[in-house]
Structures are given as C-alpha cells and as structure tokens.
C-alpha cells in the first residue's frame, strides 16, 4: 500500500547544518529588513488597533472603489477603501472628525454615498483610547509567552535550549511581522491570535527536536555536536512533515473557503508554520553549537 513513508523516509541522513552560516545570514538579514519595514513603512493596523469607523457596504454594479473615494475623500483625511469578497461589497475604515461620534460619521457617510449603496450591511467603532490599549495589550501578550517560554524551556531542559528556543520564537515573530508588512496584511485581533498560536506550533516543533538532541547527547557522549545534531534533526524529520503537512492542509482550507474575515488570520498561521519549522531546524538547533557543552556522565 503507498503511504506517506515511502515519500519521507523514517531513516534519513540529511547534512542540515553544513549551511547553517548561510541560513544564520540570511535570516539576519531579513530580520533586519523586517524590522525596518515595521518601523519605517509600519502594519495596515485594523480598526482595533488604529481607531474609527469600519463600515461595510454593498453598492450597485456601475460604482466603483475610485468613484465613492473620490466622493468621500474631500470629507475625511485617513479614508481607506477595499473589496471585500466581490467587487460590490466595500469595506470603508476612516477616521472620525474631530472626535466626533460614530453614529455621526456613519450618517455623513451614508448622506453622501447613499444613492451609490444597495445596502449598509454593518459598522464597527472602536475608540483612539481602547484601540493604543489593545494595541499595548497585544504587545505584552506576544513578550510575556515569549517569557513564560523560556521559563519552560530552562526547567524542562536546560538554559542553553531555552536561550536557542527564544531566539527561534522572536525570529518566528519578527519574521511573520516583516512578511505582514511587505504583503500589507491587515493587522487586527485576530493576527495577535495567530502570532501567539505560531508561537505555540513553533515551540512545539523545537521541544520534539531538542528532547531527541537532549537523548542523543547522553547516549552518544564522544560524537561531534554537528553530527549529533544532524542525527537528532533526522530522527524527527518525518514527524516534523507530516505535523506541518496535516497543519497546512487546514490552514490552507480555511484560507480558500473560509472567507475574507478569516484570510488575515489563516494567512498568518500559514507564513507561521514554514517559518516555525524552518526556524526549529535552522536556528534553534545550530544556536546550540555556540555552547559547547556536553551533560555530565551518568553514574
């Protein structure tokens, strides 16, 4: 019967760190890439994070985005406009004027557009107060399960793995941030969520590699650390494919049907899986390399 074990064998012998320098420098350089993106070009912030009015419109066959911007434009200065789903479903996110209520702004817009819609489906507010605390509030979230991590990882093994996962889960997030910003993904509530799950999947996949690191250095005492850890990344290749094989068939299903409201998230869980199983065997494990050490022997 063919199966998925002929495919990926059980008993590889693959040489993964012969190019770690050159996967060390390429990630460097993306993260810094990344990082001056983020700052310089900066996140398409949802409405959670930056504050105003979403609205959410279906207008009839001959209107166009450019023609209601080119309406709503001379009435509101930060006006962003997409489809959504069809050509006839809009979403309108702009900001109030002069901190005006939201009801008011939904009636401006409607005043000017109105002739232009078939239907004003919904509207979300979300104030400049709760938005910069939801914003502060994600970024804790993201740190402190970063933190409580390596916490883990220091207890659970020793501190040389937990620096190595660390290090691996803050290049998995500032990576997928730099992603987010070249592609311009919205970045709202549920993009913090699929951060904080790639974090999870990501140290998933390092803690299953580092128990067989952890083994393999008691059992194999006078083998070098580079092909000690080579041996460890073979021993759990094929559980590290199919878990992120079985993971993409989901992500990639919810991304294709599960609709517009979803594909940010679904997105970011996808970015995360590759990102997070690359990070686990190209960055968590050779930054052990820079400790050499071994455990002591076992009396």
Known sequence: MFGLNKIIPTNSNYNFLILRRNFLI?????????????????????????????????????????ELRNILSPNFNDLSLQEFGDKNTIIIRLQNINNQESIETI?????????????????????????SELLWKGFQAVSFSLLAILIYIWL????????????????????????????????????????????????????????????????????????????????????????????LLALFSLFIFGGEVIKPFALTMIVGVFIGTYSSVFIAVPTLLIFKFRPQDDD
């Open 26 to 66: 390429l990630s460097i350089v993306f993260i810094i890439f990344s990082i001056f993106l983020i700052f310089f070009k900066g996140l398409n912030f949802g409405i959670d994070f930056k504050g105003g009015t979403l609205i959410e419109i279906h207008t009839h066959d001959n209107v166009s985005i450019g």
């Open 156 to 247: 659970r093994f020793e501190w040389q793995f937990g620096f190595g996962a660390v290090v691996a889960l803050t290049h998995d997030v500032i990576f997928t941030l730099g992603i987010l910003a070249i592609f311009n993904v919205e970045f709202s509530l549920s993009t913090i969520a699929a951060i904080l799950t790639i974090a999870g999947y990501s140290i998933n996949d390092t803690v299953v590699i580092f128990d067989r690191v952890r083994e393999n250095l008691r059992k194999y005492k006078k083998m070098e650390l580079v092909d000690l850890f080579n041996f460890s990344i073979n021993n759990t290749l094929s559980r590290t494919i199919m878990t992120s094989l079985t993971t």
């Open 107 to 131: 009636n401006i817009v409607k005043n000017l557009i109105n002739e232009k819609v078939i239907e004003f489906r919904r509207s979300e507010f979300v104030g400049p107060t709760i938005s």
